[in-house]
């Protein structure tokens, strides 16, 4: 970029100030996750929420940050758990499911999926 720019090939425009809009700071609970959703919309918005304000869910009364997940084929009642192993806890969404790789449980450290499943457990069945 700064080659084209002294290369004189890079054209700055300057924003129209009647333009310019203000986005108001996300709050914690539009990080909240949404099971209803397509499991893709639901990826990304952990995605895009990493680091601040951190997508959550509720397990257990208190909120669990999920900080890492990917899409997978499967299909449940949205917001049920599918299986937890070491491989990933699945959730199901409205529309396919969410494979849970790296989250943080109320008062515990940042964790991998396979450090969560050496110590806890999520039934199968259970709704978050």
């Known amino acids: 970029m700064q080659r084209l720019q002294a290369e004189g090939r890079l054209n700055s425009t300057p924003q129209p100030e009647e333009s310019v809009t203000y986005a108001q700071k996300l709050t914690k609970e539009e990080a909240k996750i949404n099971w209803q959703e397509p499991a893709d919309v639901v990826a990304r918005k952990i995605r895009a929420f990493n680091p601040v304000p951190?997508?959550?869910?509720?397990?257990?009364?208190?909120?669990?940050?999920?900080?890492?997940?990917?899409t997978v084929n499967q299909k449940g009642k949205a917001g049920e758990v599918l299986a937890c192993h070491s491989d990933g806890l699945i959730v199901a969404c409205g529309e396919n499911a969410l494979k849970i790789t790296e989250l943080q449980p109320a008062g515990s450290k940042r964790m991998s999926i396979q450090a969560f499943a050496a110590g806890r457990t999520i039934e199968a069945g259970t709704v978050l």
Do not use: D, N, R, T
């Not at 257990?60 to 990917?70: F, R």
């Open 54 to 70: 951190a997508a959550w869910v509720e397990w257990e009364g208190k909120p669990m940050k999920i900080w890492a997940a990917e």
